[in-house]
């Protein structure tokens, strides 16, 4: 089974990992409300999802994994 088209839709921080894809469908933007870094901001909420990891707040991830928990999409990988 190809993998190719779930890699594509991923968006690679530094150390954040996201499946854009999986945005898309979401409606509950449970990874905005999860970190209490600040890490993530969701647009486009009402016509096209999409997760960003906010410009230079990466490095206040203190890799909890509650984000990874939340997000019922399995959208969000962290190294
Ligand atoms: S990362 Fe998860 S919770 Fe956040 S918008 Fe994408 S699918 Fe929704
Ligand atoms: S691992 Fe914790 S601090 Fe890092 S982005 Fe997720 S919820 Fe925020």
Redesign the pocket.
């Known amino acids: 089974m190809s993998k190719a088209n779930d890699q594509d839709s991923i968006d690679r921080y530094r150390f954040?990992h996201i499946d854009i894809h999986k945005c898309l469908k979401c409606k509950n933007f449970w990874c905005e409300d999860?970190?209490?870094?600040g890490?993530?901001k969701v647009i486009n909420k009402d016509t096209t999802p999409k997760c960003l990891v906010v410009e230079d707040r990466e490095d206040f991830?203190?890799?909890?994994?509650?984000?990874?928990t939340a997000c019922k999409s399995r959208a969000i990988t962290?190294d």
């Open positions: 954040h999860a970190c209490f870094r890490i993530y991830c203190l890799k909890c994994h509650i984000c990874t962290i």
